[in-house]
Nanobody, 124 residues
Framework: QVQLVESGGGLVQAGGSLRLSCAAS????????MGWFRQAPGKEREFVAA????????YYTDSVKGRFTISRDNAKNTVYLQMNSLKPEDTAVYSCAATPGRLGYNKRTTYDYWGQGTQVTVSS
């Protein structure tokens, strides 16, 4: 199994930046697709970004494209989400997720493993 632990959340003013980290266990980390999702109060969990297991391909939801960057350090078994130019609407609990697959990267049902989440609050 894969264990995921997020960190790096906090309170930031609009326009600021945060970097979230997701530390993963598991021998097959480098082959897993890793995703970031977020859930704001009263809203559905939303896909944010994914790093596909093969080729280092990355994908983003339109609302964060150009502002967020997903990256991974396989040697450290860690996935990052660099968030720049943060907006109040980015406020949510951010969770990382992992799956050995590569299809349906933007669907929550694709992912087999989830972290507990880290709170990101962006003030105006």
């Amino acid at each position: 199994q894969v264990q995921l632990v997020e960190s790096g959340g906090g309170l930031v003013q609009a326009g600021g930046s945060l970097r979230l980290s997701c530390a993963a266990s598991g021998r097959t980390f480098s082959s897993y697709t890793m995703g970031w999702f977020r859930q704001a109060p009263g809203k559905e969990r939303e896909f944010v970004a994914a790093s596909i297991w093969s080729g280092g391909m990355t994908y983003y939801t339109d609302s964060v494209k150009g502002r967020f960057t997903i990256s991974r350090d396989n040697a450290k078994n860690t996935v990052y989400l660099q968030m720049n130019s943060l907006k109040p609407e980015d406020t949510a609990v951010y969770s990382c997720a992992a799956t050995p697959g590569r299809l349906g990267y933007n669907k929550r049902t694709t992912y087999d493993y989830w972290g507990q989440g880290t709170q990101v609050t962006v003030s105006s």
